[in-house]
């Protein structure tokens, strides 16, 4: 997909589960994402981020294609789901008890490809999840639910465009995992 020259986009590389595991996630999630408060976000938008990048200039488009790409071939993984949590009373997230090593590697060697090119990557220590609504009114306690269960084959770079109904995503690469 090719989109219009612009001076900037707001990107991220995610694992963008298929459609059959955001109806998964959607059935298992629907009732504790209620139960929240919070502002849902769309199945459409679920995935898990591996690095968010933020607005990114033209010219540096590049430089983040080719840190994808020097990472296709890594291992691909299973990631297992188990768990909903808020975290403060920012985000519900959908998270798992025994994230893949796989993904954490994979998530900090993108960082560390970045850290040249980027001045502002978030450091903090890899946590995989899928935000499941936001602007929570209060903190809800951790709730295990029926462990859901995706093979990661890829990792993609996506775009986000926000609009008046909200952020919507696009991705724009993948890379295959094996």
């Not at 607005?55 to 909903?84: M, N, R, V, Y």
């Not at 920012?90 to 993108?110: E, G, M």
Request: charged content about 20%; overall charge positive.
């Amino acid at each position: 997909m090719s989109s219009p020259q612009r001076d900037s986009r707001r990107l991220f590389f995610a694992l963008w589960p298929s459609d059959e595991f955001r109806a998964q996630i959607e059935a298992i999630a629907l009732p504790a994402i209620r139960a929240s408060g919070g502002r849902a976000i769309p199945p459409r938008n679920f995935h898990v981020t591996l690095l968010f990048l933020g607005e990114i200039p033209a010219e540096k488009f590049p430089a983040i294609q080719q840190a994808g790409a020097s990472l296709a071939g890594g291992p691909a993984f299973q990631l297992q789901l188990d768990g909903i949590e808020s975290w403060g009373r920012r985000v519900l997230c959908l998270t798992s008890s025994t994230p893949p090593a796989a993904a954490i590697d994979l998530a900090d060697r993108l960082r560390a490809s970045l850290r040249s090119q980027l001045k502002q990557l978030d450091e903090r220590p890899y946590s995989p999840h899928i935000t499941l609504a936001r602007d929570l009114p209060r903190a809800r306690p951790i709730q295990k639910v029926e462990t859901l269960f995706q093979k990661v084959n890829d990792y993609a770079l996506v775009e986000s465009v926000r609009d008046a109904g909200g952020s919507h995503y696009s991705v724009l690469e993948r890379w295959p995992l094996q």
